[in-house]
């Protein structure tokens, strides 16, 4: 089992920049993959970010490549999102997710693969 607890969200300035945390609790955080989605107002839940157990391996989507940053501290149980030069499309709640999985490598971008969701923290960018 593990819990998850999102914090960092906030209203910033297009072109500013927020760290996201995500502080796990439970004795399977180094051995997951963990993932960051985002949800805007009346849109589907999409990807953001992911990074192997290891943190060997990250993955973006498009539309954050060179903006943002998915990093981990398995020794403090904790996943990080750094957001740079933020966008008002960037604007929604931010879910960190986390997928027990045997793989030191892989990463996952399909919300149904994870297993354990965070309550989400809000990121608002203002124009």
């Known amino acids: 089992q593990v819990q998850l607890v999102e914090s960092g969200g906030g209203l910033v300035q297009a072109g500013g920049s927020l760290r996201l945390s995500c502080a796990a609790s439970?004795?399977?955080?180094?051995?997951?993959?963990m993932g960051w989605f985002r949800q805007a107002p009346g849109k589907e839940r999409e990807f953001v970010a992911s990074i192997s157990r290891s943190a060997g391996n990250t993955h973006y989507t498009d539309s954050v490549k060179g903006r943002f940053t998915i990093s981990r501290d398995n020794a403090k149980n904790t996943v990080y999102l750094d957001m740079n030069n933020l966008k008002p499309e960037d604007t929604a709640v931010y879910y960190c997710a986390a997928n027990p999985t045997v793989s030191d490598t892989y990463t996952y971008s399909i919300p149904g693969l994870y297993n354990y969701w965070g309550q989400g923290t809000q990121v608002t960018v203002s124009s």
């Open positions: 439970g004795r399977t955080f180094s051995s997951s993959a």
